[in-house]
């Protein structure tokens, strides 16, 4: 479900490194998962997603992980970028859903 | 392609006074709507979600309603504000046979 009363965690890196990012889900029947990047003041926008037949996905500068078996999410960013400085949710949904469940977010700074 | 629009982006409003913040949705038809609220720091809680002209769900029990009168327009309303109505407001969308919800620019309510 969505934790909404609780203050994000926050991931600080250096300008360069990769940063990881973590969410875990709790439906084992969810079979699409979203990142979703938010800079202030605006609202979230997709990043990239990935569909339970597959346990990896790159796209720019960014790949996400799935364990099924842990139900475990992550995010990587390669070489990341003060740009990338903004809060990230996953989001999980399941079959037909038109609910998708989003986690708590995760705030990442970056150090130039 | 696909837009959605959201507004106003701003307001100030007194206790007590009315609200009415509009959402839109371009290039599709028949999307599923939802209004998010967003507290400073925090994640997101799904207020309303429609599926329908005229079909609404109500997610929190509250002071706030929303109206689906047209298929691609989704209206977010309160008859009297209270302090803790302030936050940020976000319209969503998701349409055709996916599942990825897109979100709105976002609406800041100020409740003073």
């Known amino acids: 479900g969505e934790s909404v009363g609780l203050h994000l965690p926050t991931l600080s890196v250096q300008e360069g490194d990769n940063s990881i990012i973590n969410c875990a889900y709790s439906n084992s029947a969810s079979d699409y998962f979203i990142w979703y990047k938010q800079e202030s003041g605006k609202g979230p926008q997709f990043i990239i997603d990935?569909?339970?037949?597959?346990d990896k996905r790159q796209g720019q500068r960014v790949t996400v992980l799935l364990n099924k078996t842990v139900k475990h999410l992550s995010l990587q960013i390669a070489a990341t970028q003060p740009g990338d400085s903004a809060v990230y949710f996953c989001?999980?949904?399941?079959?037909?859903?038109?609910?998708?469940?989003f986690g708590r977010g995760t705030s990442l700074i970056v150090h130039p | 392609s696909q837009t959605i629009h959201q507004w106003p982006a701003t307001l100030v409003q007194p206790v007590g006074s009315p609200l009415s913040l509009e959402c839109t949705v371009e290039?599709?038809?028949?999307?599923?709507l939802y209004w998010y609220r967003q507290a400073a720091g925090r994640g997101l809680q799904l207020l309303f979600y429609?599926?329908?002209?005229?079909?609404i769900s109500s997610e929190v029990p509250q002071n706030l309603s929303a109206s689906r009168p047209q298929d691609r327009q989704f209206i977010l309303s309160s008859k009297k504000l209270l302090l803790s109505d302030s936050g940020f407001y976000l319209c969503?969308?998701?349409?055709?046979?996916?599942?990825?919800?897109?979100f709105g620019e976002g609406s800041w309510l100020t409740v003073v």
């Open positions: 290039g599709t038809s028949n999307p599923n």
């Open positions: 990935i569909r339970s037949n597959m």
């Open positions: 989001a999980e949904s399941e079959g037909g859903s038109y609910i998708p469940t």
């Open positions: 969503a969308w998701i349409g055709g046979a996916g599942n990825t919800i897109y």
């Open positions: 429609s599926v329908g002209i005229g079909q």
